[in-house]
């Protein structure tokens, strides 16, 4: 069964710690996008990826980093650098550029305290 | 950079009465896609609009590309409850056109 496996649905963290999320496609999707979800906010891109090794800061990568080491995996680490980082997290992949349709994960509530 | 605008940011309607959210780019698009997110859910694609001044219909839903391929539109008649959630736009930009850069989005209530 192809998708986008997002885990864990829910993560708790104390203030100061790195975290990671994890984000898992068997799509054979080349691209791949971390948003960002906050009330009123609408879904801002943290990174994105066109290929394996090679990834972009979208516009809010500050605090944020990314590995591509596999074409199936794009993992979020949540920085302690981050000054807001409760949030949701959404993962997405797609074909090819932004002109094909992104399939996205379920989603990662992190809550930091 | 782009920017892509959406209005409104709320929108409550009676069952049976239509809607329309609007969405505006800074910059001219190759293609615009539309999204629907659930409540507590996950964002999913509905359509994606290529040709300017492009028109294509689901059903009760009626998307549009303007002809500048600057903005564009979703329409619902005679919504449903089953039509709540919120309603995002998506442009891509980017010397390659793979920063996909949504909208704030419009979240549609029903009252039935």
């Known amino acids: 069964d192809g998708g986008i496996t997002q885990s864990p649905k829910y993560l708790f963290r104390k203030e100061g710690q790195n975290v990671t999320l994890s984000c898992e496609q068997n799509?054979?999707?080349?691209?791949m996008y971390w948003y960002r979800q906050d009330p009123g906010q609408g879904l801002r891109l943290i990174y994105y990826?066109?290929?394996?090794?090679?990834?972009q800061k979208g516009d809010i990568a500050e605090g944020y980093s990314v590995s591509r080491e596999k074409k199936e995996s794009f993992p979020l680490t949540v920085t302690s650098a981050q000054k807001n980082p409760t949030a949701f997290y959404l993962c997405?992949?797609?074909f090819g550029a932004g002109d094909t349709e992104a399939f996205f994960g379920q989603g990662t509530r992190l809550t930091v305290v | 950079g782009q920017q892509v605008m959406q209005i409104p940011q709320y929108q409550h309607v009676q069952e049976g009465e239509d809607f329309t959210t609007y969405c505006n780019s800074s910059?001219?698009?190759?293609?615009i896609q539309w999204y629907k997110q659930r409540p507590g859910g996950h964002p999913v694609f509905l359509i994606q609009?290529?040709?300017?001044?492009e028109v294509k219909k689901q059903k009760r839903l009626t998307f549009q590309f303007g002809e500048a391929k600057k903005n564009s539109s979703l329409h619902i008649t005679a919504t449903q409850t089953t039509d709540v959630g919120t309603y995002f736009c998506?442009?891509?930009?980017?010397?390659?056109?793979?920063?996909?850069?949504f909208g704030k989005g419009t979240l549609l209530t029903v009252n039935p």
């Open positions: 910059t001219t698009l190759s293609n």
């Open positions: 799509l054979n999707h080349d691209a």
């Open positions: 997405a992949s797609s």
């Open positions: 990826s066109q290929i394996v090794n090679d990834f």
């Open positions: 998506a442009g891509p930009s980017g010397g390659s056109n793979y920063k996909l850069t």
């Open positions: 609009l290529v040709k300017s001044g």
